[in-house]
């Protein structure tokens, strides 16, 4: 045999020079809850490692991640729902503990990267992304809150914003939002193709924020968010997020949609992002609870698979784990 691919496995060192996909910390974002309270720490039990944090304890978390190597941050506020309304008010409120923390975070750490998360549903009493008028969701008026929202977290001082709600337009909507406020380098990672997964039940035991059922509309986000079966139409929403002004393009979840992901990448020049969901990491850490896997192993290959499908950056609760791993 003239050709033995055999003799590019045989040491560390040879497998190391023809590697072909490289994962590092610098690749990976961190989420993490907010709530209010001082020096709170609130377990996840259905996403064991993370927690509901106070902004202190934020702090503290964010510090040992920079440390490590972790750079970005993704931020999710857990509302209480007395401060929920049909209309989200509270996400554009000066008050609101979500903004104030990311302004004391970046006050704190400069370097860092904070990503945010727009969307009505953490603080809307409805639970859904979008505004619920006589039964339906209405994408237009939405738009105008989405808009609210983007311009209070760049004042803020969040980096990059990420547009979670699916609904038509809201890309332009917020760019548009930003500019005219004078925030041309705030950047939008757009959730391009989220789709309508069961995989997300544990970060919405985090958040609290299941939606509810209201005239038409059932008790989940089916006629807004992509249909599992659906591939082609990621295209669609890419093009779409792309000419609106979106600076990344996200496919969630990630472990069932490298395909998507592999798309995008090789349809847009843009950065493309996935986020390994809570519901994917749940399923690892219990079968390595059981003994069935080995944490240390299947945890770096898992992320491995996304960042070989196309990802040039993966959120995922497993970004601290991942950089003690291999620091």
């Known amino acids: 045999m003239l050709r033995r691919p055999r003799r590019n496995r045989r040491s560390e060192a040879i497998r190391n020079l023809n590697r072909e996909t490289h994962l590092s910390p610098g690749h990976l974002v961190q989420p993490l809850f907010l ?37 970005s941050f993704i931020l999710f506020p857990a509302v209480p729902d007395e401060r929920k309304d049909k209309e989200a ?3 554009y409120n000066p008050d609101n503990f979500y903004l104030k923390a990311a302004t004391a975070i970046k006050e ?27 039964g339906k969701i209405a994408n237009d008026e939405t738009l105008l809150i989405l808009s609210k929202m983007a311009v209070a977290q760049a004042h803020a001082g969040f980096d990059i914003l990420g547009p979670s709600d699916m609904m038509d337009g809201r890309v332009q909507a917020i760019r548009e939002g930003l ?30 924020s299941a939606p509810k059922a209201s005239g038409d509309i059932p008790a989940d986000k089916k006629t807004y968010q ?35 992901i592999h798309l995008l990448k090789h349809s847009f020049d843009l950065p493309i992002a996935a986020y390994h969901v809570s519901g994917e990491c749940a399923m690892l850490l219990a079968a390595c609870r059981n003994g069935w896997l080995e944490y ?18 993966i959120i995922t609760y497993f970004a601290k784990d991942y950089a ?3 620091g």
Do not use: W
Not at 296 to 313: F, H, N, Q, W, Y
């Open 226 to 260: 992509m249909d599992p079966a659906n591939k082609q139409e990621a295209l669609i929403e890419g093009e779409l997020d792309t000419m609106e002004g979106a600076d990344f393009l996200m496919v969630k979840p990630a472990l069932n949609y490298l395909d998507v």
């Open 296 to 313: 240390e192993k299947a945890m770096p290959e898992t992320l491995l698979s996304i960042r070989r499908a196309g990802a040039d950056v």
């Open 324 to 326: 003690k791993l291999t």
């Open 35 to 71: 709530m209010e309270g001082d020096e709170a720490k609130v377990a996840i039990p259905s996403l064991p490692g993370s927690y509901r944090l106070s902004l202190e304890s934020t702090l503290r978390e964010i510090e040992t991640c920079l440390e490590l190597g972790v750079h």
């Open 108 to 134: 704190r750490f400069p370097e860092c990267c904070l990503i945010s998360d727009v969307a009505m549903d953490p603080y809307s009493s409805d639970g859904h992304d979008g505004l619920v008028l006589d």
């Open 89 to 91: 008010t509270y996400s």
């Open 179 to 208: 500019d005219r406020e004078g925030y041309t380098d705030t950047g939008i990672m757009s959730y391009t193709a989220k789709y309508a997964s069961a995989f997300y039940g544990p970060f919405r035991d985090a958040l609290e």
